[in-house]
């Protein structure tokens, strides 16, 4: 049968009356449109002329309304009520190509939504709406907060549970987890009781009745006997080998891949390996590692057409006779775990995800490693506990390719593993106290993508601490890892369960409007992203305090600083980003803004916050031919200077940073001053916990109209340049201000009301009246004290004008006077 892509027989036709060229016109028609019964009518009649012609249409070509991104893969955003349409009329259409990601995103927006019952139940199409419900492919439960339709898009909870089809597939997959749950399934709990509270169990009981017994038998399932199979079937932190910890960690270019044998080394050898580093494995264990070395080609590049040989010390190249794309993809393996009677399976899923399965065949155990093939690298990606919390591992997982030929981490630990029961899993279970709970699912509510964080660590080495006087006979590190992943996750099942049941004296019944969720401390939550920023403020702040002391004698030399450039441009300068963290719209269109959080957070500690003016930054001109090496630090009378940056190029100009702990600032101890700013905004570490915990309860502040028009009022400003002086811009940005920009991002923009024609032209008056610094004291000065008076529109207005008019309107020495 002749494939037509959208119906499109002849695209360079003006009048193509074939039927795939009437069936284009139609869908262009009646896309995004109620489908009226002549529009029916006229499918069907179309549809009888293309089975006639043996014509069949592709999908996507036809009902495609957007192509959206999924990382580099496309994600096709269809018109589904047309394709539901479509397919009750007969429309013959081909199976989506493999590897097809749909979006829901255009048909929940439509105030008008069929019920896709036709769709639905087509078997082509079946798994692809289930998947563009659940959206796996954004890993909801591993990662944190990536995007999450479910959670993320406005109303598409809503239109799924109205949806008859769709309300069918996932009755279909509440009925699989539940299946699997009784199997001993954890990982499958896991996901179930993450998707039930992002769709309410409530609702969907309500929208899906014969789900309701099966919803609830997933939110009261016993978690510790879950909890246990997992344990008996093993973990993937049982097995290891020196050779492999000595890397330290896997990264997303670490493969493993076959290699050609020579004297001394089997056929069957495997190389785990990355750029520059590489363990020879065969039958029995290591043959070579770990190495440190190079490859002839790169062996993640996709073009390597060569195997490798180990001899004489190095790899080298040999041509093979059969093609990369002839090689058979790893799609399996066993392994005989310590102390096991019988083998377990390992089974690679889809997207990269390898799973071990129990002895009833259900999953127990699951992680991250990538697309990988065993003859050359393609993201063989080991992961664990901070990334991915699917009964997760440790940090080193060994390709599954391996398994068989690595030993036992721990005989002792593993066979109190095989005999792990349900009593002893509810021990460990009961041990972690719901204040930990609490924050563990906090934690996961938070986090953004992969990064490592304080917060985690600190919680993973609780559920350690617990763990510890329990299983006396674990005594490997990365063993006990593993397990505090396991038990990281039935804790996260347990308390997301309990918010959405109630226990009555005959019943457990599921609660129509759900618990509250556990809520940490924003204000005092360590940043997630900015973490080497904030160790080195606390480093600065603790050089800077032994510099000052007299009873110091030898103070350090020199501190370590943060692989960054120019952040000292933003010491002082808090109240700037506070502000516009504070004003930036919510929603899952702005999630930059919880990392203007985060870095609100980062500077909000005592030594960089304090708004005291006991820090300058400096640029000296030096006369000296080797200046000195940057975190050098040099004592002063009254604190300490660190150089901060060398010069660049010809330049003999350097970027310091000096303390003093009475405020008071002399000459340099060497070169000399081209340019200098005391930092002395907004701050303070209360009032930035303050201020994070009324933004975290409260969300976006509302746009200061009547501060501003203050402010311009007594300034003698247009509504205009009040605002863009309000607002002010980030530190880095200067170069775009001096070049003209008027500086206001354009979500807040929006959000003021003001033509973007006034503001350039408010920027370009503002440029003749003060430079960027100046410009800049303007936010700090009005930040209100009570970051409280931010969400009642009262700011210091009358500080900041004061200011203003005697540094700018008054020319002044441009230092903000004390409030």
Known sequence: MDKLKGGD??????????????LRRLAEKAAGRRLTRPVRGELARIAELLRADGQVCEPIGFATVNRLSAGHLPLWDLDFDLLDAALEAGVPFSAPAPGTMLSLRAWAGRSRRGGLAVVAADPRFRPLLREAVLDRRADLLALGRPYCGLRDDAGLVDAVLGASGLLDILGETV??????????SLPALHEAVHFLDVLG?????EACPEARDRIRELLTADIADALAATWRTGLVDELGDAALDAFGSYWHSDDVFRVEPE???PEDAFVVASSGRATVFGPRGVVAGPLYCRFPTEPGSSLTSDRYRYEGGQFVAVPRAVAAADEEDAVAATVLMP????PSELRRGAGGWWELYGEKDVVVGRWFQGPSRPTRTWGTHSVGRRRHRWAPGSELVPPAQVWGRLAARDEAGSRALRGADRASAARVLDAVDSQLGDRIVELGRRNPVGDHSYEIDEAFDAVRRVLGPLLPEVTADRLLDGIAGTVWSAVECRVLAARHVA???????LRAEPAPFPHADAGVLRARIFIAMQEMFERLGRVADKCADPAVATPPLSVRLANARNWESSLGRLGCRALRTALAPAGPEHRSNELRADHVRAWGVAPVCDPAGRWRTLSLRLDVGNPPREGTVCRTPRGCLIVLQGPHGSSAVIAALEYAADGVFGEPPFGRVESQRVCAGWGGAERVAAFLRLLDARGPAPWPEASIRAFAEAADLSVEEASLLAIGFDPYDAYLIRQGAH???KNLAERSGLADERLKEAGRALARMADVDRRLEIPELLMPDDPADLWADRMAVGRAAAWWNTNVRTPGDGTAPTA
């Not at 027989?9 to 009437?22: E, I, K, L, R, T």
């Not at 226990?503 to 019944?509: I, K, M, S, W």
């Open 263 to 265: 004297a001394g080394v």
């Open 175 to 184: 009925t699989a987890w539940s299946e699997a749950v009784r199997a001993g």
């Open 339 to 342: 102390g096991a009677t019988q």
């Open 9 to 22: 027989a002849d695209s360079g036709s003006v009048a193509d009356d074939s039927p795939g060229g009437q």
């Open 201 to 205: 169990p409530a609702r969907l009981a």
């Open 503 to 509: 226990a009555a004296a005959d019943e457990v019944a």
């Open 743 to 745: 500086g206001m991002p």
